[in-house]
């Protein structure tokens, strides 16, 4: 047993170099077909993380009336975080709501100027609503504006936010339904193309297995080289794509400013590299051997 | 001529044991939608035998052979092997069935990416046999065909005959009861075809049962041995020190 899985496996490496043009052939066609079906994940993954900064960002802002005090503010605060689709109240001060606007217009001089000349702080204390999710949003303005406490509200900036949340949340389901569309017609593309191309590798053996058979080889004997070889396509190909993802992903970052909502394509790669290199090794080698064992079928008359 | 008879094995001729390695029973092979390639053929080759099977394209010769080796299965009658029926033999058991068998064929069927060592080799690698048997084997075996310095030689860069000797070698390799050589010599020029007869000829010396099949009246008459006459699927002569017979 030990003996034919050796002498199978060299007798797969051996095929491998002796086919020198075949074989290049047919790994850079299952690179191809890897590598497209790796940019579709990690666009599918950049296009999650973008939705997720974009929830992370957004929230309903609650300005109260300069003369509510801070402990009937705390205790909306409270009242708020009882909600299950609340998942965060932030309290922001007037003194540190001064401070973010100053920041904010550290460069706009003829603003900073005027607060200055108003002398006395104008901003207004408020609490801000993070929901668990961007639908949810909508649910809690109403509750606010029927609430016993909407008279020491001033206002809620969740009108405003609303057509931004929305249009995002269109545009982000759009680029999803595109994207997954797209990469599954790919995929299914370029699986049909390797699975073929490697089909047509077997083939070019037809009349070695037709020796083999004569010389009282067993079909495993004769099967085990090809699944074999299928694996090494499967392997050399996942490491090629995988470079040839990191050289792509590293010429985009230099295209995507840093402070855009996609964070580092860079991180996505790194933190999924062994997830992205073990499904490609896995698809390409289960390519290799599919293909190889329906090709053979047809001459060891199975 | 002699005339094809029913129980022709019967004959009195000089075997060196009398147990048989090979038995036809009312055998016949329709392809299918076809004529029939072989019709009622009775027979028996016993073990150390020399057997020339001779006629046309189309008479049968190849499918005569086939049978044997099993690479085609009887329509009826029965075929035996060592006294073991190949009729109904399992996939399973066919590659060790061929293992008992050495064919060399007219095309060669040499493995164009190997070279002549691990073609030979091949044979045994098949069967299991561990490395250091086979490296010790394999050189043996082409010193006597002839290629002992040719080792390390690719398929395409030997001569028509040499190829054959290889495959002589990886043929013989395994130690077959049984050689069968389906028209050997159909690619080679005379000389060639002659040095090969004479390699199978000493192989039938030291005990190994050979059948061949040609149409080449030279080679059969040098042989000068059994001779097994073919025409339109049915045996219509079987000599015991034969010459090469047109029909």
Redesign the interface.
């Known amino acids: 047993m030990f ?2 899985i050796s ?1 199978t496996f060299k007798e797969a490496l ?2 491998f170099t ?2 020198g043009w075949l074989s290049i052939a047919t790994v850079s066609i299952l690179t191809m077909s890897l590598f497209v079906v790796s940019v579709f994940f990690v666009v599918t993954l950049a296009v999650d993380d973008v939705l997720q900064n974009v929830q992370e960002r957004v929230n309903i802002s609650i300005y109260f009336k300069p003369d509510v005090t801070i402990e009937k503010i705390n205790s909306v605060k409270a009242d708020l975080e009882k909600f299950n689709e609340v998942r965060m109240v932030s309290y922001v001060s007037k003194e540190q709501a001064l401070e973010d606007f100053k920041k904010n217009n550290a460069n706009e001089t003829v603003i900073l100027q005027s607060l200055e000349e108003i002398g006395d702080n104008p901003l207004l204390a408020s609490l801000a609503v993070k929901a668990n999710s961007a639908d949810q949003y909508q649910l809690i303005a109403e509750y606010i504006s029927k609430s016993d406490f909407n008279s020491d509200v001033s206002r809620m900036n969740y009108g405003k936010n609303k057509d931004i949340i929305d249009k995002l949340n269109g545009i982000i389901a759009m680029i999803r339904k595109i994207g997954i569309g797209l990469g599954l017609l790919f995929t299914i593309i370029s699986l049909l193309v390797t699975f073929n191309a490697i089909r047509i590798t077997i083939y070019t053996h037809k ?2 297995v ?10 495993s ?1 004769i099967r085990l080289p090809f699944v074999f070889e299928g694996v090494i396509y499967g392997i050399l190909s996942s490491v090629l794509s995988m470079i040839f993802l990191f050289i792509a992903i590293k010429a985009i970052n230099i295209y995507i400013p840093s402070v855009t909502l996609v964070s580092n394509l860079m991180n996505i790669y790194s933190g999924n590299f062994w997830s992205l290199l073990g499904g490609q090794i896995l698809l390409g080698s289960l390519l290799g051997i599919i293909g190889s064992l329906i090709a053979m079928r047809k001459y060891l ?2 | 001529m002699v005339v094809a008879k029913k129980n022709i094995e019967t004959k009195e001729r000089p075997q060196k044991t009398q147990k048989p390695t090979i038995k036809f029973e009312g055998v016949c092979k329709i392809y299918k939608g076809n004529f029939p390639a072989l019709e009622d053929i009775n027979l028996t080759i016993c073990e150390g035998e020399f057997v020339s099977v001779v006629g046309h394209s189309g008479s049968g010769k190849s499918t005569l052979l086939k049978l044997i080796y099993a690479e085609e299965l009887p329509t009826g009658g029965e075929v035996y092997f060592n006294e073991s029926l190949l009729n109904q033999i399992s996939k399973r058991n066919l590659p060790f069935h061929r293992r008992n068998i050495g064919t060399i064929f007219q095309d060669f069927k040499l493995l164009p990416k190997k070279n002549v060592f691990e073609n030979v080799a091949y044979a045994l690698e098949v069967a299991g046999i561990l490395d250091e048997e086979i490296n010790e084997n394999v050189p043996q075996i082409l010193d006597i065909v002839g290629l002992g310095d040719k080792i390390h030689k690719y398929p395409h860069q030997l001569s028509g005959g040499e190829q054959q000797r290889v495959v002589i070698a990886r043929a013989l390799v395994h130690a077959p009861t049984l050689i069968i050589a389906d028209e050997p010599t159909g690619n080679l020029d005379p000389k060639s075809s002659l040095e090969i007869v004479d390699l199978l000829m000493k192989i039938n010396d030291l005990g190994t049962t050979v059948i061949l099949a040609s149409h080449d009246k030279d080679i059969v008459d040098k042989v000068n041995r059994r001779v097994l006459v073919l025409n339109n699927g049915k045996v219509v002569a079987d000599q015991i020190k034969g010459k090469y017979k047109s029909v």
């Open positions: 003996l034919t002498r051996k095929n002796r086919n009349n070695e037709e020796i083999m058979r004569l010389v009282g080889a067993s079909n004997f008359k199975v």
